[in-house]
């Protein structure tokens, strides 16, 4: 089976740093994709990581460790609408192969 | 930004009837995705389709999941006859080629 695995909960305080970390077994690995859910909405699209490294995209950035299944998405100069799920996700293969989702950490950015 | 749409962005319906979601994906996208999340759960995979006809399916795509893509813009989900635990909000989903997956509005199922 798939396993993603992921805090289930955390706490931050505006303006602070965040790191959310997702581990992984899988069957394969054809990149990993980090999600925003705010409650009752569609998951948004964060980040893709296919290869080793830091990927940074404004206060958002992703880090991937294929060789450790280890992932971790950054989060900086955290604001109140940071407030949601963030969903860790693998493809497992190439080619038409849906995105097997972690639980999600529910973050809750606080004054 | 182009978007998937979904109607109706909620259902209610009676166990035992027979519901029809619909999806309108981003038009140049090759890739579609039906997805499930009960309240308080992770994201569920349901079912991808390609080329008209259906890519790979889940064990909870049983018989009564049906989907179409009658018109070459819609794509529907159909569910043959309803159960309580069918409540969720479900998602669909589309991309092309390598890029993110993007997610439609949802629409929240509840099945009575």
């Known amino acids: 089976g798939q396993n993603i695995d992921q805090p289930t909960e955390m706490t931050a305080t505006e303006g602070a740093i965040v790191q959310i970390n997702c581990t992984y077994q899988?069957?394969?690995?054809?990149?990993l994709f980090w999600y925003q859910q705010h409650a009752g909405e569609a998951p948004t699209f964060l980040s893709y990581?296919?290869?080793?490294g830091l990927e940074e995209k404004g206060r958002f950035s992703s880090f991937l460790s294929r060789s450790k299944g280890y992932s971790y998405l950054l989060l900086k100069e955290l604001q109140m609408k940071d407030s949601a799920s963030y969903l860790c996700?693998?493809?497992?293969?190439?080619?038409?192969?849906?995105?097997?989702f972690g639980k999600g950490t529910r973050l809750s950015v606080i004054a | 930004e182009p978007e998937v749409t979904q109607t109706p962005s909620h259902q209610v319906t009676q166990m035992g009837q027979e519901v029809i979601l619909r999806c309108v994906p981003i038009?140049?996208?090759?890739?579609f995705y039906w997805y499930r999340q009960i309240l308080g759960q992770k994201v569920e995979f349901l079912v991808s389709?390609?080329?008209?006809?259906?890519?790979?399916k889940s064990e909870i795509f049983d018989d009564q999941f049906s989907v179409e893509r009658p018109d070459g813009s819609n794509f529907t989900l159909k569910i043959r006859s309803t159960k309580l635990e069918d409540s969720a909000m479900y998602f669909c989903?589309?991309?092309?080629?390598?890029?993110?997956?993007?997610f439609g509005s949802g629409t929240r199922l509840t099945v009575v």
């Open positions: 989903a589309s991309r092309l080629l390598n890029y993110g997956y993007t």
């Open positions: 038009s140049n996208h090759l890739y």
């Open positions: 996700a693998v493809r497992i293969h190439s080619g038409n192969t849906p995105l097997v």
């Open positions: 990581n296919v290869l080793d």
């Open positions: 389709f390609y080329n008209n006809e259906i890519s790979e």
């Open positions: 899988t069957s394969g690995f054809n990149g």
